[in-house]
């Protein structure tokens, strides 16, 4: 849809303390890590939930779609835009309002980065308890409409579960509030979790009452070879299982794609043990790096012959601990390497992840020989990110390539979307792999509402 030369001068007589972007500013800002987020005819940044709700009512009255953005680092189309919409940038929100030692809780804003409240919450000896490669621009809100997991949510679940209270905008401007601090509440039906995972789609997150935990002290690192995430999940068990032990990660990587980043990287992979075809990188916490490097050497000898580990190495500083997670973490490196490359993240129950991996590697070639995917992610909860070795394939390859990593994943009891959300991008993979029945219930919801489909239209489900 087109919209009228005047908005931006309606939208600064409307909400004059609200920062106002046209679409000249948006070209030459930076859109995140999609280059379709910038696409809106203007982007409005509220400067409090009242703004929000008059931006909201705004676009109601006018019929102007309004996308909500947070730190602009969705890997699913979420907060893409297109010419005839309006942003809704939450960055002006971005201030930890409260932290509560007693309670271990958080009052947190929903534009506000997760670094920033990791930093806040650790004055304290706390920590949300989740944490993200992208921890310095990923925020709040758009954690919690993407349900964020994570390199800890094998310990303490996704947002979903760190979530005690939510205040957000619905589609007709009212405050949605229920800002509660306990964990313990049965008053009726739990609305707030309607907005989690939603992706903007039913209301517009603008503060968070959050669980927090202790802060885990020190840490040490170590990466080992096995055979395969059997193997690599019986040394994972052994440590979880051990007294007194504090597993914080357990991210596993295959070896295509842990031999790519290293390159990419220019490390040096005669010191880190590359040569297994998969790797585990691990960091056990304890009161000191000492008590943590101890604890992490004798579990591991105590399960090395019994798991199969073929390799490893314990860090034996914090330079080599930050190699490690380079390895793991600077996954753009298959980015730079590929223009455009499809890029997935499923969720695979434990017992089933070595098959799926033999199995979608097999479907890949049978597709085009060359084919090859990356593999990495969180071992603990099943979570991995997959990359395919090619350019951007066109649409029937893509979809030839979803079919092969998809099919059957529900039945085993698998997600083909684990932490990434629907957007856009995977609408089309929802509509063909989703229940039907959740579908229907979900578009039901979003018309009862967002009766004129306002808020993000065409992400995750759209009218009949």
């Not at 964020?148 to 094998?154: E, V």
């Not at 914080?248 to 490390?267: C, K, N, Q, S, T």
Request: hydrophobic letters at 45%; glycine letters at 12%.
């Amino acid at each position: 849809m087109s919209v009228r030369s005047d908005l931006l001068s309606e939208l600064r007589g409307a909400l004059p303390d609200a920062t106002i972007w046209g679409r000249d500013e948006l070209a030459v800002r930076d859109p995140g890590f999609d280059g379709r987020n910038f696409g809106a005819a203007a982007l409005v940044r509220p400067a409090d939930v009242g703004s929000v709700s008059a931006l909201v009512r705004f676009c109601l009255e006018r019929g102007i779609p309004l996308v909500p953005q947070g730190g602009r680092t969705g890997l699913a189309g979420g907060a893409a835009t297109v010419s005839g919409q309006i942003i809704c940038d939450l960055g002006a929100m971005n201030r930890v309002e409260e932290i509560d030692r007693l309670g271990r809780v958080a009052i947190v804003q929903a534009g506000t980065p997760l670094a920033v409240l990791q930093e806040a919450a650790a004055v304290h000896g706390l920590d949300p308890g989740i944490d993200l490669a992208s921890r310095g621009s990923c925020t709040i809100g758009g954690m919690i409409s993407t349900n964020a997991g994570g390199i800890m949510a094998f310990r303490n679940g996704t947002m979903r579960h760190r979530l005690l209270g939510l205040e957000a905008v619905l589609p007709d401007g009212r405050v949605f509030s229920d800002l509660t601090r306990v964990l313990k509440t049965s008053a009726g039906y739990d609305l707030k979790h309607l907005f989690v995972g939603a992706e903007g789609t039913l209301g517009i997150v603008t503060r968070a009452v959050l669980r927090l935990e202790p802060l885990g002290g020190a840490s040490a690192t170590a990466l080992i070879g096995t055979n395969d995430a059997a193997s690599a999940q019986r040394v994972v068990s052994h440590l979880l299982a051990m007294p007194g032990a504090n597993l914080r990660a357990a991210e596993i990587m295959w070896r295509d794609f842990a031999v790519a980043v290293a390159g990419m990287l220019g490390l040096d992979s005669g010191r880190l043990p590359l040569g297994s075809p998969c790797l585990l990188a691990l960091e056990l916490g304890a009161a000191t790096v000492e008590e943590a490097t101890s604890a992490l050497e004798e579990g591991l000898s105590s399960i090395w012959e019994e798991a199969g580990v073929l390799d490893g190495l314990v860090a034996a500083s914090m330079e080599q601990a930050r190699t490690i997670w380079r390895l793991r973490e600077e996954t753009e490196q298959i980015e730079r390497m590929h223009s455009h490359p499809p890029s997935f993240d499923v969720s695979v129950p434990a017992a089933a992840i070595d098959g799926y991996v033999a199995r979608i590697t097999d479907g890949l070639l049978g597709i085009d020989k060359g084919y090859a995917p990356y593999v990495f992610g969180h071992l603990a909860d099943g979570n991995l990110h997959i990359s395919v070795n090619t350019d951007s394939p066109s649409p029937e390859r893509y979809r030839a390539i979803e079919d092969v990593l998809y099919t059957g994943l529900g039945e085993i009891g698998g997600s083909f979307s684990a932490e990434h959300g629907v957007g856009l991008d995977k609408r089309s993979a929802y509509e063909r792999y989703g229940d039907p029945v959740k579908q229907d219930l979900a578009r039901a919801i979003k018309a009862c509402l967002d009766r004129k489909w306002v808020l993000n239209p065409d992400k995750i489900v759209t009218p009949v």
